[in-house]
């Protein structure tokens, strides 16, 4: 059985500052981490995955994610927020390819002029 | 990746009626999904859609409320059968890419309103 925990409901961030999301799974096995986007009134959007390549993972729109195994965790990182970055940030795990996904609570990123 | 939509997008409905929400996918797709997402929360995954045979529902979710229908790999179709309030929420459709089938891509929702 897998489980995702998203610390932080809500995060509020000023423009330019650094965005961090947290994210932290629960496995049995190596899992593939994934983190999704939701502007409002839209449907979700793949950012970024992990599926046991490289540790540190590249998205979209400048965001990337460390998979970091002995922490359990998945973070996602931008340098720089930008006042279109607003929108829920959903992290989510399955076991494997075939696996159905396991999704974390969201957290909506509030970004500030 | 899949490019997959939805119909319709949005709907006001009367407890006591069904409503009916069709998933097309542009590509084929080995797995298709429906998720519910009440409002303010995450998503649940309600089923997943088989070609040719019933869906697979997840605990909580039922046949006779949610009739799921696949008839070829990139339609579904959901059923949200004597709806009350508690139904409104935004449902998802999605698929697992064939190429890429640790992916899953989702539908843009249709937003369900029940008075």
């Known amino acids: 059985a897998q489980s995702v925990t998203q610390l932080g409901s809500h995060v509020s961030v000023s423009e330019g500052a650094l965005v961090l999301l947290r994210c932290n799974y629960s496995?049995?096995?190596?899992?593939?981490l994934f983190w999704y986007v939701q502007y409002p009134n839209q449907g979700l959007q793949l950012l970024l995955k992990?599926?046991?390549?490289?540790?540190l993972v590249k998205g979209i729109n400048g965001f990337e994610a460390e998979f970091k195994k002995s922490e359990t965790s998945f973070h996602l990182t931008k340098p720089s927020a930008h006042m279109s970055d607003a929108a829920e940030y959903f992290c989510?795990?399955?076991?494997?390819?075939?696996?159905?996904?396991?999704f974390g609570g969201g957290t909506r990123l509030m970004v500030k002029p | 990746s899949a490019v997959i939509s939805q119909k319709p997008s949005r709907d006001i409905c009367q407890r006591g009626t069904s409503l009916t929400i069709q998933c097309q996918v542009d590509?084929?797709?080995?797995?298709m999904f429906w998720y519910r997402q009440q409002p303010g929360q995450s998503l649940t995954l309600i089923a997943t859609?088989?070609?040719?045979?019933?869906?697979?529902?997840e605990s909580g979710f039922v046949i006779d409320k949610f009739p799921i229908s696949r008839p070829n790999l990139t339609f579904s179709t959901l059923t949200v059968s004597n709806m009350s309030p508690e139904d409104s929420s935004i449902y998802l459709c999605?698929?697992?890419?064939?190429?890429?089938?640790?992916?899953?891509?989702f539908g843009p929702g249709t937003r369900l309103l029940v008075l």
């Open positions: 989510a795990v399955s076991l494997n390819a075939g696996n159905m996904l396991t």
């Open positions: 992990y599926t046991s390549a490289a540790t």
């Open positions: 590509s084929q797709v080995t797995m």
């Open positions: 859609a088989n070609q040719g045979s019933e869906a697979t529902y």
């Open positions: 496995s049995s096995v190596p899992p593939y």
């Open positions: 999605s698929g697992k890419d064939r190429g890429r089938q640790e992916t899953q891509y």
